[in-house]
């Protein structure tokens, strides 16, 4: 009599692979939450473009201290999908998101000017600031 040759898996090793792809799974799942809000916050980060570049043109024409929001060729408040507000105060940007996409409210996004103190004097860095309690810039 011949014996047939067993066909197919255990049971122990589909229980295997069942563990392995579970413990991937918990692995990948946080690192991807992360991601795609580290994506969504890029909005956030570059909804201040438009804003320096306002602070900047200002700070060549007036004292810093006058770039505020909606004068002097700083522009006014805008709104999106992960944007809430943006205030500027003495140049100083800062970006306030909506709980969208992983991105909490307390994420807020500051730019402060270096330099451009007196009028004509040029911005030459923005110092970055990420609050909350997960930073994610």
């Known amino acids: ?3 047939s ?3 197919g898996f255990t049971l122990i090793e589909l229980m295997i692979v069942v563990a392995i792809i579970g413990i991937l799974a918990a692995v990948a799942l946080p690192a991807y939450q992360t991601y795609t809000a580290k994506a969504a916050y890029s909005e956030v980060i570059l909804a201040s473009g438009t ?3 306002g602070v900047q043109v200002c700070a060549l024409k007036n004292p810093i201290a006058d770039c505020d929001l909606g004068t002097n060729g700083v522009p006014a408040t805008t709104e999106s999908q992960a944007v809430a507000s943006v205030a500027v105060s003495g140049g100083t940007i800062r970006v306030t998101p909506k709980a969208f996409s992983g991105i909490q409210t307390d994420n807020i996004y500051q730019l402060e000017p270096v330099g451009g103190a007196t009028a004509g004097a040029a911005i030459t860095a923005w110092n970055e600031t990420c609050e ?3 930073p994610l810039c």
Do not use: P, V, Y
Request: charged share 25%.
């Open 132 to 134: 909350g309690t997960t």
């Open 1 to 3: 009599m011949k014996k």
């Open 5 to 7: 040759a067993q066909q």
């Open 51 to 53: 804003f320096k570049t």
